[in-house]
């Protein structure tokens, strides 16, 4: 049987022992690989090939102001939820009601723009062979297969996924060695020619900030309580920020490749770069080595996506913030089964638009609406129990300058957004009051007040 | 060339799938085999296969009838999952309503009967504080002290996640282990820390379930006696 003396040696747990080094690299690149393989070009049609890669480094720096909050309320809500727990406890139920649908937004775009790019694809494959594609019974078909395998609740194993993981990985690494020279003394780049200085000036680079979010988008979810939280208080931050390291490595890689052999102009419009670049390279080899990575790529973060939306949407149904009847569980699988397959149509009808930019545009805000909100919950967080009040798992250093830092960035770029895609921001803008005022009206009444708050915190201060 | 390719394509996919089958089994196996280590506690004990990923084992354990069965709750957002024994004692108690105390509660214990009951109740003070605690009827009260008395330490311990009492016997809810937190995070895959259930972790719990169910039917009389 566990007793205080084993939970006490668990307080003891390094980094080392829970993530191994391979654990490391893998939490970068196991979670958001996609980013490296579609999206993140669109900020070189905002910014250039320049503009692009500081939006890069300056979104690692809001991500890294993530990391450090996230890390120290998760560790401190011993709780299911992320974001959307530690809203319902430090500010109240129309926050937490809006930032639960923050995360299902953000997953549930991310997965139609997933399908997308598997459909668009396989089009672009085969108008290589002369075959004009329609590509979305293959986003249907994509979506479809991946809601089954989540209802089924596979054990997808470590082997499997590792191989899709590393397969991923490794195809962009040959395309660097291939692309570099670095096996044959032959480079094929040409950034003395193609590298512009910044097009559009100092403005473009804030307006390519938006796209600079993707290449991070969902790094923060390797922020995960264990019911035996605090004994891994130290190992959320640390694998976090690995990750974050990691993920600079690979973008800046991916930058590398990709801008010495796409004209910007292009670059900034495709759907798929760096496949694009290997097709460029005029390998067979790599070209379908590049297709099944993306195509893996693509997938994994799908089947992520479907995972993590349906269990938000789940958790928000349990709580009655919405019907709870999509709380249910299937007796035989242990899936909410029925949040995965009301999502599936919302995921379908954005990825037949076919405007890839726009979807991901709606996945970024939902996202950065949640780190908006990361801001000021942590100012909130200190304020209503201070440092001593509350057993910390983690203590994020400098405060309050990473919620400082994090509130500006945030505000750039929605103000970057708002260049390029200012429509989109004022319709979510407009969808999440108005889904606040059903709330309020119609939804409030049935949520059972009492049961909200499941930590056992003192009263906070001034209350 | 496109043939060689095509070629190489379906022989990797192929071995592929054939890994992924083989590791599979190898996990089904590793879950069937849950039991083995503890089977012998148990007099007449059968393990059935009821559909979901772990098998129930039913036995008699120092006379009583006991139910065994794990259950990998993989439902949480933003949480790595926890492999659950839920261990159910089944003996009629002379009860006039159920009572059950969850720790640590999240909202989403879908295997739990908290949600189902009426009243939500405060507990004593020589409870843990982390606690939801539930009745049905509204209004009936359980009997605190003989309940806590007979739970003993098991209360305090972390791993301890639930009780559940009412006239039809006594349940308890356990936390095995977690799954492997590096690969849930980078993979999301479901490897359970441990495979196996110990009798050493297993008697302790058995015993509980015994200590709150006597507790239970001891009456007043004999209690001051």
Known sequence: ?463 | MEAGLIAALAVGGGALALWHRRVQRGFAAERAAVFDDCRALFGEAVTEDCGTDYPRLSGRYQGASFELQPLLDHIGYRKVPSLWLSLTLRTPLPLAGTFDVLMRPQNIEFWSASAQLEERIDLPADWPVHHIAKVSPAGWRPPFERLRDGLGALAEDPPFKELLVSARGVRLVYRLSGVQRAHYLVLRSLLPESTRISPDMLVPLLDAALNVASALKVTPLEKAA
């Open chain 1, 1 to 463: 049987m566990g007793t205080a003396a084993t939970a006490g040696q668990q307080e003891k747990i390094s980094l080392l022992k829970v993530l191994g080094p391979v654990h490391v690299w893998a939490l970068g690149v196991g979670i958001v690989l996609v980013g490296e393989y579609m999206g993140w070009n669109f900020s070189v049609a905002k910014g250039g090939a320049y503009g692009s890669l500081i939006a890069c480094w300056v979104i690692g720096l809001l991500y890294t102001c993530v990391a450090m909050i996230d890390s120290e309320v998760t560790s401190t809500v011993a709780a299911a939820g992320g974001q959307y727990t530690q809203a319902k406890h430090i500010i109240g139920p129309l926050m937490a009601f809006n930032v639960g649908l923050y995360l299902v937004m953000a997953y549930t775009m991310l997965e139609a723009a997933d399908a997308l790019v598997v459909g668009d694809l396989l089009k672009a494959v085969a108008a290589q062979y002369g075959a004009d594609l329609d590509p979305r019974p293959f986003v249907v078909l994509t979506i479809a297969f991946l809601a089954w395998l989540n209802y089924r609740g596979v054990f997808m194993t470590l082997t499997v996924n590792f191989v899709i993981t590393a397969f991923a990985f490794i195809a962009i690494l040959v395309l660097f060695f291939n692309a570099s020279g670095l096996v044959d003394g032959q480079s094929v780049l040409l950034h003395r020619d193609l590298l512009v200085d910044l097009p559009y000036g100092w403005i473009g680079v804030l307006a390519s900030l938006q796209f600079g979010m993707w290449y991070y988008l969902g790094i923060e979810g390797t922020c995960q309580a264990a019911e035996e939280v605090r004994s891994a208080g130290r190992s959320i931050p640390m694998g976090t920020m690995g990750g974050m390291m990691t993920l600079l490595i690979a973008a800046s890689l991916t930058w590398y490749i990709c801008t010495g052999i796409i004209p910007w102009e292009y670059l900034g419009q495709a759907t798929t770069p760096l496949y694009d670049a290997a097709r460029l390279m005029g390998s067979v080899e790599l070209e379908v080595m590049l297709f099944i990575g993306t195509m893996f790529a693509a997938i994994a973060s799908a089947n992520g996506c479907i995972n993590d939306a349906s269990r938000a949407w789940f958790s928000m149904s349990r709580d009655r913030y919405m019907p709870h009847w999509f709380g249910a569980v299937h007796p035989r699988y242990r899936t909410p089964y029925r949040s995965i397959l009301f999502l599936i149509p919302i995921a379908v009808s954005f990825a037949f638009t076919g405007l890839l930019d726009q979807v991901i545009t709606f996945s970024i805000l939902s996202g950065l609406l949640g780190y908006t909100f990361m801001s000021f919950n942590i100012v909130r967080f200190r304020r209503l129990w201070p440092l001593g009040s509350i057993e910390r798992g983690y203590v994020h250093p400098y405060h309050p300058i990473p919620c400082i830092v994090l509130g500006v960035l945030c505000s750039a770029t929605y103000f970057a957004t708002y260049l390029g895609y200012g429509t989109s921001l004022l319709s979510i803008m407009a969808f999440y009051i108005l889904v606040s005022i059903w709330f309020v009206v119609r939804r409030y009444p049935f949520v059972k007040r009492g049961e909200q708050f499941t930590m056992p915190w003192p009263r906070p201060k001034g209350y």
